[in-house]
């Protein structure tokens, strides 16, 4: 049996390049998020951070990127989320305190409604 090891056929770590990187067509950009992994330490949550402060900093999200729209039908509240969870998170909760129907909606679904109980 031989000690020998081919250094042809070892991968090292620091020689792939597995950065997930973010597109803007209206910003005419892309993005790796090198940043929000090491200096923010966001880990899972990058490509939703690069996301929030995208629209925070533009005013629009980044390509491929439709928020859950939750909307209050008696007044002026409403928010915008990521995960559809968050989104029925909040409108059940303002639909329970202020007895007020809520719509959520999403691009890629069909409009809900929550309804307070």
Same mark, same amino acid.
């Given at each position: 049996m031989s000690d020998r090891t081919d250094d042809i056929d070892q991968t090292h770590s620091h020689d792939i390049d597995d950065t997930p990187s973010v597109t803007c067509s209206r910003c005419d950009r892309e993005w790796d998020l090198s940043y929000e992994l090491d200096d923010l330490e966001v880990g899972?949550? $990058? #490509?939703?951070?690069?996301?929030?402060?995208?629209?925070?900093?533009?005013?629009? #999200?980044?390509?491929?990127?439709?928020?859950?729209?939750? $909307? !209050?039908?008696? !007044?002026?509240?409403?928010?915008e989320f990521l995960a559809a969870s968050a989104a029925q998170r909040w409108a059940k909760t303002h639909a329970r305190h202020t007895r007020h129907s809520i719509e959520v909606a999403h691009a890629d679904e069909e409009t809900t409604v929550v309804s307070p109980e």
């Open positions: 899972n949550q $990058s #490509f939703e951070q690069f996301a929030l402060d995208h629209m925070r900093h533009t005013g629009h #999200f980044p390509d491929g990127i439709s928020p859950w729209i939750v $909307s !209050c039908r008696h !007044c002026p509240e409403g928010e």
